[in-house]
């Protein structure tokens, strides 16, 4: 008996997603290659269209988690969403603030995180952040915002005065996946310090964790010797400065935060 087409159907409900019983449904009609059996070709059909349908299942979760939660973020490759490492990370602790004082402390961190990076570009010159059209909507923030916030009380200009002998700038804004964990991010440069290559990242926040740096650096797929976070946030210390923060324990860090990556799995099915 020769086969000449194959037809092959998958649906399915998807119970968590923004509209009640979402039911994707796929189907597939191909021609057998070469001696290709019917079994081998019905089986190859049957997993690429449970891949689609797990893109499905993918893109409805995120959909209803980006309607329920502003602070949770995804970035997309091939089609699929990926969950931040400071979602994964964070997801739980941002209800102590509100989320418009939460919108004014990001916006601070992002004119302080482009004023180091056109800084290390320029090799020495520090901007003034109006110069960026990029930052507008930030500026407006923090000028309107019941914090009274201002990148200028940060001490990002201190750190590197004190501490930018130590560094050798290589590569900065990297963006990463991590397909066996499901989860991506931006760290913000890979340098080496004093000799050792090194992922570092600025925090203007007062709380920070290695957990996060730990799984830049396993996403990266780089041999990264040493995690690195520079506090250039306010700091009322009498040096005007915070020293770095060092570790050289990625295993044990990103331990720590595959736990955190279970518990948002848990409680978002992502």
């Known amino acids: 008996m ?32 070469g001696e290709e059996t019917a079994v081998q070709c019905v089986t190859k059909i049957k997993d690429f269209l449970h891949q689609q349908f797990d893109m499905e299942v993918n893109k409805a979760r995120v959909d209803l988690i980006e309607k329920q939660y502003s602070n949770i973020r995804f970035r997309e490759k091939d089609g699929k969403k990926y969950p ?29 995180h482009k004023l180091i990076e056109e800084y290390i570009k320029s090799k020495g010159v520090w901007p003034e952040p109006d110069m960026f059209p990029e930052l507008k909507e930030d500026l407006i923030v923090l000028a309107t915002g019941s914090l009274n916030l201002t990148w200028k009380s940060c001490s990002h200009i201190k750190f590197f005065e004190q501490f930018e002998k130590d560094f050798e700038w290589l590569e900065g804004e990297i963006e990463v996946f991590n397909e066996e964990h499901l989860y991506s991010g931006r760290f913000d440069a890979l340098v080496k310090y004093k000799g050792k290559l ?56 990103f331990h720590k935060f595959l736990k955190a990556r279970a518990k948002f799995k848990m409680r978002f099915g992502v």
């Open 198 to 253: 090194s992922l570092a990242d600025w925090k203007t926040g007062s709380s920070f964790s290695h957990s996060q740096t730990a799984a830049y650096a396993i996403a990266s797929g780089k041999k990264i010797e040493s995690l690195i976070i520079c506090p250039v946030g306010v700091c009322t210390n009498k040096s005007g400065y915070f020293k770095p923060n060092i570790t050289e324990d990625i295993k044990g860090n």
């Open 84 to 112: 931040s490492v400071t979602s994964i990370t964070d997801w739980d602790k941002d209800w102590r603030i509100t989320d418009d004082e939460l919108r004014q402390y990001a916006a601070r961190g992002t004119i302080v």
């Open 2 to 33: 020769k086969v000449k087409e194959i037809n092959v159907g998958l649906s399915g409900v998807i119970p968590t997603s923004s509209y009640e019983n979402l039911k994707p449904s796929f189907s597939m009609t191909v021609e057998p290659e």
